[in-house]
């Protein structure tokens, strides 16, 4: 593994869905966490501000993106999308999806106010998720923390929990594919079987080799998947924050990539 300063921060998330990066605050983030090359990549949606594959912003080279969470049968994973461009097959896919966030927003607000007898003071819009839901709950008179509230409350084994729609791997694929110019697995390692999630990587372009877990891995996995399947090496922060650079491809993976991205 390169261990090389990251030149690009490749996954990041705005308030187009659960971060708190706005557009405008984009470039001035990217320059205080040393890069000026990044990737917008909001769940399951690609951001209303961004018109073109790739765009300049106050000297900061953004890629547009998406991170799309698929079923792929024994296993849920993560997508990434770059250098989007708006096809119908991903705009379908996208707007359902979003119908189904926004529902399950709603009922899952209903089970924790029912649930806790506290009323949450939430806007709900496209782009919700959990997050925005816990920090209701944190910022409410309920007895839970943001942590709290998905360990308790709104999590996956939690009362209020309420499961979403997905697509499947294949048709999620399928629609990245027509209308991306690269698309790749995010964070391997933050699945329960790293090895049968890289193996979904015969289908696709590119990995995410840097990325911030925050506890050991087995780098030597994605490294032989990187070879075996003839994959791009790519990487970034998955801010929800507004600190970037954190992670990232160096600059010999990054050329590879920026080769492959339309305008890059």
Known sequence: MDDSPPVADLHLHTTASDGRLTIDALPDAARAGGVDVVAVTDHDRYHPELDAPVV???????????????????????????????????????????????????????????????????????????PH?????????????????????????????????????????????????????????????????????ADLDAVEHYYPYGFDVEADLVEEAVERYGLLATGGSDAHDETLGRAGPPETDFARFAAAVDGL
Request: proline share 4%; with cysteine.
């Open 133 to 201: 839901v816990a920090r209701a709950i944190d910022a409410s008179e309920a007895p839970y923390d943001y942590q709290g509230a998905f360990d308790e409350l709104i999590g996956a084994d939690g009362p209020c929990y309420v499961a979403r729609e997905l697509p499947t791997f294949d048709d999620g694929v399928a629609a990245l594919r027509d209308a991306c110019d690269v698309v790749g697995l995010a964070h391997p390692f933050r699945y329960r079987d790293p090895a049968g999630a890289l193996e979904l990587c």
């Open 56 to 130: 300049e912003r106050d000297g900061v080279t953004v890629v547009r993106g998406i991170e799309l969470r698929v079923d792929a049968g024994d296993r849920r994973v993560d997508l990434l999308g770059y250098g989007l461009r708006e096809r119908p097959a991903l705009v379908e896919t996208v707007e359902r999806l979003q119908r189904n966030r926004v529902e399950r927003a709603r009922e899952i607000v209903a089970a924790v106010e029912e649930e806790t007898g506290v009323r949450l003071d939430i806007d709900i819009h496209d782009g919700v998720g959990r």
